[in-house]
Each structure stands twice: as C-alpha cells, then as structure tokens.
C-alpha cells in the first residue's frame, strides 16, 4: 500500500498529514490507515464516536423525466416506495445477477437520485450507466464525485458531536433518511447511514469547505472521546458488523443471494438487469452461500486464506473473504464462502494458516450488531 505518485488527495489530506495519520494508497487515494492505532480507533467507534474522511467515494446522479425507471432497471431492491429523502442500499447488476457494484441510492426528487458508490469502482461504473443510459431517453448520468467531500461521525455519541454543528435536529432524521441543511455554516446533504454497526451520520459538502467543517467537529468530538479514524478500524467495524466490501466479500463473480444479501433482491418488483438468474437461483437455490466463522484453533484468518471442509481435504472450497482479530470481541472472525449444505451454524471448517489447517466453527453473522453486542457461539 506504497503511496504513488498517481494517487489522488482528498480535499482533507492536509488535516491527516496534521493529525499524525499514516498515509497509504487506497483505490486511488492517499487515505490515512490509522492515526493512533486500529484497535484504539475502533474501540472509541464502539463507545463513544470517531470521525472520518470518505471523501473517496464517488457521487453518481441520475436525473430526468425516466430516471426512476432506470435506477430500477440497474438496481436489484426496489425503490417505488422511496419518498424524498430516503436511502436505500442496493446492488449495481451485471446481466449474470452479480455485483457492478454495491451502492447507496438517495431519492433526491421525483426525477433526481443520487448513487453513492465505491471509490475504487467510480469510473466502471460511471462508464457503465452512461452506456446504459445511451439506450434511454429522458435520463442523463452525471459523476460529480470530485465536486463533494464526505466525512462521516459515527458512534454511540455521533449525534451529540454534531448537533451544535448543523442546522437540522438531528433526532428528525431517521435511520437511512437524509436531509439538506448547514454544517458550520455550509450548504450540506446530512445522511443518518454509515459503514460502522453503529448509529451516525455522513455528512457531504463541497470539497473546499471540507477542512474547516473536519476541524470544527475535531474540536467538538474530542472533549466526547471521538477519534479520527482511519481506513484500518473502518474495516474491523465493517467487518464486525458483517457488511460486505466489495472486491473482498462480493465482486463480479457473486451474486447477492450468495453473498447472504437475498434481502435487497427484489424480484416482484418486475425485470431488472440479472433478474432472470438471480430468478432461478431464489427457485432452486445457490451452490454456496457466505458465511462468518469463529476460529477454535490458534490462527488469525486472513484474506486469502485457503478454506477447507475437512482437516485432511487436499482442495479447498473457497478461500476467506474478510478475516482479522475482533478489537471489540478479541477472538479471530473471519467471512468465506461454502457450500450450502454444509453453511449450517456450529458447523466445522478448516483454514490454511501458513503449513497448518486450523479449526474454525461457523457462527451467524453479523459477529456485532448495537443491539445484541454478542457473538453467536
């Protein structure tokens, strides 16, 4: 993760570079991975808030009098019922039924949304939706994502940070709901969404006011116990929480009933692109299916990771998608793909640490949720 000149800056590199953030290159981007270290980041999302910069991501608009049509067309969940000001997750489909990309779709009017979308993925899959657009009258694409900053509070404690920055009452956004407002004064789209397991907020506004709104909630989060945070804790709390990372867990090769995701595929909605295999696939089920598992066995699972049934088998049956030592549980998790039939809970895998198989149990995921804070065991 060797820094390249190639690499772009956020518009908040420069309150990183202040803060004492180890900077690497991330999809493009230098990000910092950690500031103070991933397990004191994560731990202050847990219990009280951490800030961070995802002004990497990319901000794709849909707009004309069709636009509601193809945002259903590309997309696996349905959006009818979406009023102004709502969010929903989704899939980006490929023909196959498998993952463009997973994105947040944000109702901004009757004939305007706005998909947020992974940072590694902004160019494929702005080229793809303005192809598919060619097709269509009354809808145009627009990738704005060098035009927004992104910073995102999350945390038990998010909501009282930011209140006495904004200009909205933050109790009246509901969860994946958003609203315009002001943050230190400045225009700004507040979102109650996140990557975390824990309730907060993203917040987007223009990319050359960034640094003083990022300033003005490090002044009033760190009385509150907030951390900066980096991409490093971002991933164990993603990861905790059981949410998928593109290029990790879910990519062009899954599908979103693999991927454990069957709850944004909405097939009676009518055709959308990949609906005809994702149909087969609900009518007489996946082959394998993601699952999180528990290491018994000494080891740490890594990504990469060669993931055997049996202790002896000579070939595995996946690799690991997701896996690390949980700062929040302190046990060794980890996310793979199985076979369904043997996918049960308390169920028995092996993973390739170096020259040894380590036993691992198959456990329910998420590992983490707010309102449970247990792991399945």
Known sequence: MAVSDQDKKT???DEH??????????????????????????IAVRTAAGLFDVSHMGEIFIRGPEAFGFVQRVSCNDHAKMTVGRAQYTGLMYPQGTFVDDVL???????????????ANVDKDFAYLEELAEDEAGVDVFNRSHEYA????QGPAAAEVLQPLVSVNLDEIKYYRFTWGEAVGERALIARTGYTGEDGFEVYVAADVAPRVWRAVVEEGTPRGMLP????????????????LYGNDIDETTTPLEAGLGWIVKLGKGPFIGSEVLQRQAAHGVERI?????????????????????????????????????PTFGKALGMAYVPTDRSGSGGELYVGIRT????AKIVDLPFYSRKKKAVAS
């Open 356 to 359: 040894k198989r380590a036993r």
């Open 105 to 119: 779709v944000h109702k901004m009017a009757d004939d305007e949304y706005l998909l947020v979308v992974n940072a």
């Open 17 to 42: 570079v202040a803060a004492g953030g180890r900077m690497v290159s991330f999809a493009g981007f230098v990000m910092p991975v950690q500031y103070t270290s991933v397990k004191e980041e994560h």
């Open 150 to 153: 992104q910073l995102a509070v």
């Open 229 to 244: 945070v980096g991409l490093g804790a971002r991933d164990t709390l993603r990861f905790e929480a059981g949410m998928s």
């Open 290 to 326: 993601l699952v999180g598992f528990e290491m018994v066995d000494r080891g740490i699972a890594r990504h990469g990771y060669p993931v055997f049934l049996g202790a002896d088998d000579e070939t595995p049956v996946g690799e690991v998608t997701s896996g690390t030592q949980s």
């Open 11 to 13: 518009p908040l590199y």
